[in-house]
Nanobody, 119 residues
Framework: QVELVESGGGLVQAGGSLRLSCAGS????????KGWFRQAPGKEREFVAA????????RYADSVKGRFTISTDNAKNTVYLQMNNLKPDDTAVYYC????????????WGQGTQVTVSS
């Protein structure tokens, strides 16, 4: 079993930055793919970014490439999402995830953290 707890969400003006953290527990966490998804009001949950254990596989949604950076600290069992140059369209609940599928690591989910970007 893997448990995930996100933190770091909040309210920020357009052009600003936030860093989300996701602390994982369980023996599997360090060995599986970690990811971030988001869900805006009235929309389906969408993929944002994913990273393999070793960091040699990193993927981003086209909408966040060049602005968001995913990273992991295996010693701390933590995965991060650095979000720069935020836009109002980035407003959503952000979910940390983990799993075995590098294209859709959705076996385990955190509770979500709200990110609101004001214009």
């Amino acid at each position: 079993q893997v448990e995930l707890v996100e933190s770091g969400g909040g309210l920020v003006q357009a052009g600003g930055s936030l860093r989300l953290s996701c602390a994982g527990s369980g023996r599997l966490f360090s060995r599986i793919v970690k990811g971030w998804f988001r869900q805006a009001p009235g929309k389906e949950r969408e993929f944002v970014a994913a990273i393999a254990r070793s960091g040699d596989m990193i993927r981003y949604a086209d909408s966040v490439k060049g602005r968001f950076t995913i990273s992991t600290d295996n010693a701390k069992n933590t995965v991060y999402l650095q979000m720069n140059n935020l836009k109002p369209d980035d407003t959503a609940v952000y979910y940390c995830s983990a799993g075995w599928d590098s294209t859709n690591p959705n076996a385990y989910w955190g509770q979500g953290t709200q990110v609101t970007v004001s214009s």
